[in-house]
């Protein structure tokens, strides 16, 4: 029989990124990439590292909606893309996009997060 993979068992860990623009979001659903700032990537890394599915929650700054959502498909490595035109994001890593579509935040009001004082999830 085959053994279990050894990540299975492991927690899925759910992160918010917040873009600050629509552009961002169309080039990472393009080319299944995302990029963050450097003070991000350490939790994130850790997470891919420490967890069997890492999902990641899409929303533009401003814009009252989700954009959608992806799942971490690397850990986030060393090389810079040029697709972002910011000079403050860190490496890049791979992301498969599982759903892209604008969701209102107020669909989404019912979710409380215990790790931030029980606040709406937006």
């Given at each position: 029989?085959?053994?279990s993979?050894?990540?299975?068992n492991m927690?899925?860990?759910?992160?918010?990124?917040?873009?600050?623009?629509?552009?961002?979001?169309?080039?990472?659903?393009?080319?299944?990439i995302?990029?963050?700032?450097?003070?991000?990537?350490?939790?994130?890394?850790?997470?891919?590292?420490?967890?069997?599915r890492?999902?990641?929650?899409?929303?533009?700054?401003?814009?009252?909606?989700?954009?959608?959502?992806?799942?971490?498909?690397?850990?986030?490595?060393?090389?810079?893309?040029?697709?972002?035109?910011?000079?403050?994001?860190?490496?890049?890593?791979?992301?498969?996009?599982?759903?892209?579509?604008?969701?209102?935040?107020?669909?989404?009001?019912?979710?409380?997060?215990?790790?931030?004082?029980?606040k709406?999830?937006?």
């Open positions: 029989s085959k053994s993979s050894p990540r299975q927690p899925v860990r759910y992160f918010i990124m917040k873009s600050s623009n629509l552009q961002n979001i169309g080039i990472s659903q393009q080319k299944g995302w990029s963050t700032v450097p003070s991000n990537e350490g939790k994130l890394n850790r997470a891919f590292g420490e967890s069997s890492v999902y990641l929650i899409f929303s533009v700054q401003g814009s009252g909606c989700f954009q959608g959502f992806a799942r971490m498909g690397s850990a986030i490595g060393c090389e810079k893309s040029q697709d972002w035109a910011s000079s403050g994001f860190g490496g890049v890593f791979k992301v498969e996009w599982i759903r892209k579509e604008s969701i209102p935040f107020q669909f989404a009001h019912h979710l409380l997060n215990p790790w931030n004082d029980s709406k999830v937006q």
